[in-house]
């Protein structure tokens, strides 16, 4: 059944725009035909959301997940990661989290810091949408673009959607099975109304288990853009 977007209006909606950068669109973790999805991002970007952000990857060059900082792994070789002691150690007494040890799979070394592979990609309309940056420990994965698995770390977004008061959020971007689904799984977490635009999303892997994931979490799922762009009220 298609999502009814007859109650979200524009003063209560976001977009999340996922990690649209060089490296994930044409360098050296290129998703694979994700260059399709740009143009189909800018129109939605036309829409009169409250609030726009784009998020980046934002690794230092000894970032955890680079199969190049562990001797003798290779890319998509899987290590398990432990939370990081310093960072435990400035938790909150109140958090109760568990902070279980991870399964991580390495990648080839991508979206640097200072780097060209950071960057947005030629075409993505991104002048004026709010940045978010992730993955900036060195010694945790972070895909969601909330908080690290742990909730060691935050990239402050919850706080930014909800001084303006957002209600709604619509995420699109890469990958579809990484990035975009653990953003949209934290987004539905924290209350959000939870939408992802599936033409205008590109996965690692073609199985396609994230969408039955993504509904089965409550998040809901727009088949096309032109569903927002010509019946929902984000386009009022």
Same mark, same amino acid.
């Given at each position: 059944?298609? *999502? ?19 490296? =994930? ?21 036309? &829409?009169? =959301? ?25 890319? !998509?070789? /899987?290590?398990?990661?432990?939370? *990081? ?12 989290? *568990? ?20 960057? !947005?990609? %030629? ?22 673009? =909330? ?10 977004? /919850? ?7 957002? +209600? ?5 971007? &890469?990958?579809? %099975?990484?990035?975009?689904? =653990?953003?949209?799984?934290?987004? /539905? ?12 999303? /590109? +996965? ?9 994931? &993504? ?22």
């Amino acid at each position: 059944m298609p *999502p009814n977007l007859a109650h979200v209006e524009p003063s209560n909606s976001a977009i999340l725009v996922i990690d649209v950068q060089n490296d =994930f669109v044409s360098g050296t973790l290129a998703v694979r035909d994700a260059d399709q999805i740009i143009d189909t991002i800018n129109t939605l970007l036309t &829409l009169p =959301f409250a609030l726009k952000v784009a998020t980046q990857d934002y690794h230092p060059a000894n970032h955890i997940s680079f199969a190049r900082n562990h001797t003798g792994k290779n890319v !998509f070789d /899987k290590i398990t990661i432990f939370p *990081p002691p310093e960072l435990v150690a400035m938790r909150m007494p109140e958090d109760e989290r *568990p902070l279980e040890a991870l399964e991580q799979v390495l990648w080839p070394v991508h979206c640097v810091q200072d780097t060209t592979g950071v960057a !947005f990609v %030629d075409g993505l309309k991104h002048e004026g949408l709010e940045i978010v940056h992730k993955g900036c420990d060195v010694g945790i994965e972070c895909y969601s673009a =909330f908080e690290d698995p742990w909730g060691l770390t935050n990239t402050g977004l /919850k706080d930014k959607l909800m001084n303006k008061k957002i +209600s709604n959020v619509f995420v699109v971007g &890469l990958a579809g %099975d990484y990035c975009v689904k =653990f953003t949209a799984l934290d987004a /539905k977490k924290y209350g959000f109304n939870t939408f992802v635009i599936r033409d205008a999303v /590109k +996965s690692v892997y073609d199985e396609g288990t994230e969408w039955t994931e &993504l509904t089965q979490a409550g998040v809901e799922i727009i088949d096309t853009a032109e569903e927002l762009l010509t019946d929902g009220g984000a386009s009022r």
